[in-house]
């Protein structure tokens, strides 16, 4: 019950148009030396279907501008329920050139506020009139998988503070933070 909490409240976080992401820790494995060109599955775990297909295709389409070669996991694996360590092992057996690139929210609040009353009375507060603003705080983990390893080559976590009002912003955002912390951490020049 508490996963599909989080999916569902991170399904509305990613509904926002003010946000603050703050990076908490990201790195990588020193020794994972990326000698292959990798196909990287890119999975997010999301339980609204057309919420990770937009997700997944930003991140891929900003994975391929960086020379990465990805494919979204809804193409290939469309059942929210397979994306699990067991399917992920399996999909990364079958051979060294594969990666997956794995992100969920792992924690969620949710802030509600009261704001534009329509009329200033006792009433109108007790029966909540006017609009509600919500804010999400979310932290968000990311991981890199390849085969032959057990443990990610490359992570990273951040909490993304954002207000709900438009999906593509805070898309945007996230997957910009994505790519930035993988070139720091030489993710990206080691997949190609």
Known sequence: MRTLFCLLTLLLLIGCSSTSLTPINTGSDPTWLGEEQYEVLVAIRLYNPEMRVMFENQMVDALKKQGVNAVPSFSVLPQLSSLNAQTFARFLDASPKLAVLFAQATTVNKEQTHSNQEEDSLFANLLGGGEWDTTFIARMESALYVHGQIDAVWWNRVSLE???????????RYIRNEIKAMQQGGAIERLK
């Open 162 to 172: 954002a207000q709900e009002k438009k999906v593509q912003d805070v898309a945007e």
